[in-house]
């Protein structure tokens, strides 16, 4: 009786061991995912300064932090950072919601779809920076050029997983909707644009990361301020350690917007 | 067979069209199911039960032939569909699944929740009510199409093999379960399965079907008083002998669609 006892604490025992190793290695895991962008850095650092790197194009990170916090105290950085955030965001809006418009359309409606399919995937190879010069024309230099090189480009990855949300919602839910007889309105908001709502979320995510990518290209041309002019005056007069405060603050911006719209998924769609 | 009629199918055939030629899948079927009547149809896959299902559900057009769902009162649906586990639609909770018909119909606030509720508690969903049907067993989620459908109250019910993939410890209790809530409603039930066990307990009568083209070619009536248990329908020697003569009969059916 009291062997069994004793043969069920040890095995207890032994669970619970295997359980805190278990743990640990999870924290282990997890302080690899943050230590990884810290080594790259002080890789970096020590790189250039022992001059393994050439410091004139790769000056060290703490004089980058150093440029970054005098263009802070300065106000060049608000200028520029608030320029091409209005941008984006607004550029991305004007993609985003006529992307899902048209999207909608053309899951719901086949002659829609059959119209506007051959079209999409025309356009959709031809890269919007390609057309900036005409853009700048028809829309001068400012604000409008940009949002509307953002908007372009947004626009096809939107379209294309919207109408592909709409056409992947198994078939069994439209039956359900017409058997319990269902309004064409309610059909719209309670299956069509829910059924659709994970795959276009996706289109969403991607149209964001183009969004970034098309800023910087729009504002090195025909630009006089935001993110992408500063990148391209700072590596045009030379001064890299500008340059790449230009490009982390790209890649800051990023991520931001990826976890942003991360937890909006989760928000939107619970039932996943 | 007693009772006034409720649904009359009259010299119903279906065709699809393929590249190849038309496929008939439903060749004159006729039939009648009285008023409180549970009917199984029963065929081997491919014989078009499901097809004539959809056909009585409006999912489906007939190519030549009609039916009939009696109605007595009009602000009642026609017919609802019980579906296959899929059925259930994901983005919408348990509570907002079985309120759906409803809803769709846009009935008051007050009654919508009050029908739900009680369904809710029927079925034992109570407790799952606020859950996404992701959480829930297959089961489970088998008793919210089963709610859903009881729920909107219809004229009459169709079940498109709703216990199909469930394992068969569930099968039984769902069974027992939707024919307690059948013998409190009395509704008219046309319910498409392939398990011959399943039709034996639940039916007042079932319709053999036999495959290409589909065509209903024998009809056996169970007279097992109800309220019947499984246990009932093993026990009874005559049922193992009605099993023995579906079985036959769909026996030869799958052979001729191999030759």
């Given amino acids: 009786m009291e062997t069994q006892e004793l043969a069920r604490n040890k095995s207890f025992e032994v669970e619970q061991r295997e359980w805190k190793l278990r743990q640990r290695k999870e924290r282990g895991k997890q302080l690899l995912t943050i230590v990884s962008p810290l080594f790259l850095l002080v890789l970096w650092e020590v790189m250039s300064r022992t001059g393994i790197l050439d410091i004139r194009f790769f000056p060290p990170p703490s004089t980058i932090v150093q440029t970054f916090y005098d263009m802070v105290v300065s106000g060049v950085m608000a200028k520029h950072v608030g320029v091409s955030l209005y941008r984006i965001f607004i550029g991305f809006l004007a993609g985003v919601i006529p992307g899902i418009i048209v999207g909608l359309l053309m899951g719901l409606y086949s002659p829609i779809r059959h119209f506007v399919q051959p079209i999409v995937m025309a356009l959709m190879p031809i890269p919007t920076l390609a057309l900036l010069p005409i853009i700048i024309i028809l829309f001068g230099i400012g604000d409008l050029s940009k949002v509307v090189t953002i908007a372009g480009s947004v626009f096809f990855p939107v379209v294309i997983n919207t109408a592909a949300g709409v056409l992947n919602i198994d078939k069994i839910y439209l039956d359900v909707a017409s058997n319990y007889q269902t309004s064409r309105w309610n059909f719209f908001f309670k299956i069509a644009l829910p059924g659709a709502l994970p795959v276009m979320l996706e289109g969403i995510q991607m149209g964001q990361a183009i969004a970034l990518l098309t800023i910087v290209a729009a504002e090195m041309m025909g630009a006089t301020s935001g993110i992408g002019y500063l990148i391209w005056t700072s590596y045009k007069a030379f001064l890299l350690p500008e340059m790449y405060v230009g490009l982390i603050l790209i890649s800051f911006f990023g991520y931001l917007f990826s976890l942003i719209l991360r937890a909006l998924q989760n928000k939107l769609l619970p039932w996943r | ?259």
């Avoid at chain 2, 290409?212 to 024998?218: A, D, S, V």
């Fill in chain 2, 1 to 259: 067979m007693e009772g006034k009629p409720k649904i009359t199918v009259d010299g119903l055939m279906k065709a699809f069209y393929k590249k190849q030629g038309s496929v008939i899948a439903l060749e004159d079927i006729s039939l009648t199911v009285a008023e409180g009547e549970f009917v199984c149809l029963v065929g081997p896959s491919g014989c078009g039960k499901t097809t004539l299902l959809r056909i009585l559900a409006g999912l489906e057009q007939p190519s030549v032939g009609s039916f009939t769902i009696a109605s007595e009162t009009n602000n009642r649906p026609l017919q609802s569909m019980v579906f296959q586990e899929r059925g259930v639609i994901p983005w919408l909770t348990v509570r907002e699944n079985v309120a759906f018909g409803l809803k769709m119909r846009n009935l008051p606030k007050a009654f919508i929740n009050e029908r739900t509720d009680f369904y809710l508690k029927k079925t034992g969903l109570e407790r799952f009510a606020s859950l996404y049907p992701k959480e829930l067993s297959g089961g489970m989620k088998q008793r919210v199409s089963i709610a859903r459908a009881f729920a909107n109250d219809p004229e009459i019910l169709l079940m498109d093999e709703p216990f199909g993939a469930l394992d068969e410890q569930n099968r039984f209790i769902l069974q027992e379960e939707l024919l307690s809530i059948w013998a409190e409603t009395k509704k008219t039930v046309l319910f498409i399965t392939h398990s011959i066990d399943e039709a034996l307990l639940l039916s007042d009568r079932i319709l053999l079907m036999g495959a290409q083209p589909g065509k209903i070619i024998e009809e056996i009536i169970i007279d097992v008083p109800r309220p019947r248990k499984m246990e009932d329908v093993r026990k009874d020697p005559e049922m193992a002998t009605k099993f023995i003569e579906i079985w036959r009969h769909l026996q030869e059916e799958v052979q001729k669609s191999r030759e």
